[in-house]
């Protein structure tokens, strides 16, 4: 009876040591990782910490955060806003009340507040969705969110102000992207 490589047939030790051969084995060493010992010791880190990170890196908290942070500081520029001068003349000769000034203080500061925080959590959320889908962090994620977050708010009084918007607001955070990114 011939040998099995004789006839041209491979037995199942040929097969497992060829597979080695071209793929390799099984159990792969990082040589390549280097843990430079003047840091301080590794930290590895748990399963939790890998979840609480990525929830704080998530699209949907850093929307919540910029609406947050844009209504204190829209809150903040209407306060600001409203004490220069009140918003309303009366036409009578009567001086205001104290408690006609308020509300009217209180409807500017709300106003810009709600404003801030949408264009803050529109613009957060569209970056966040473009950055995650292009797979990159450059400035032009900053310039296509401003261009839809300027276009959505412009279409609101029609097509060309949401094109003017687009641009604007395009601009805008192409120009903050940029004096962000050269200062530090």
């Not at 809150?75 to 205001?96: N, Y």
């Not at 401003?146 to 029609?158: E, H």
């Not at 097509?159 to 120009?175: D, E, L, N, R």
Request: glycine residues 12%; charged residues 15%.
């Amino acid at each position: 009876m011939p040998d099995s490589q004789e006839s041209g047939q491979l037995t199942p030790e040929h097969w497992h040591y060829l597979t080695k051969y071209f793929v390799g084995n099984n159990f792969r060493y990082r040589e390549n990782i280097i843990i430079p010992k003047s840091v301080g010791p590794v930290q590895i880190k748990t399963n939790e910490e890998k979840m609480v990170e990525s929830f704080f890196e998530s699209c949907f908290f850093k929307s919540f955060m910029s609406c947050v942070v844009g209504y204190g500081l829209g809150a903040a520029i209407g306060l600001f806003s409203s004490s220069m001068g009140p918003a309303s003349v009366t036409d009578s000769a009567e001086p205001q009340t104290a408690k006609q000034v308020f509300k009217e203080m209180k409807t500017t500061t709300l106003g810009y507040a709600k404003n801030f925080a949408l264009i803050g959590a529109l613009f957060s959320g569209v970056e966040c969705t473009i950055e995650s889908a292009r797979g990159k962090s450059d400035w032009k994620n900053g310039t296509y969110a401003g261009a839809v977050t300027g276009g959505l708010i412009g279409l609101r009084a029609g097509v060309k102000a949401g094109v003017v918007g687009a641009m604007g607001f395009a601009a805008f955070s192409t120009a903050i992207d940029y004096y962000m990114h050269s200062r530090f």
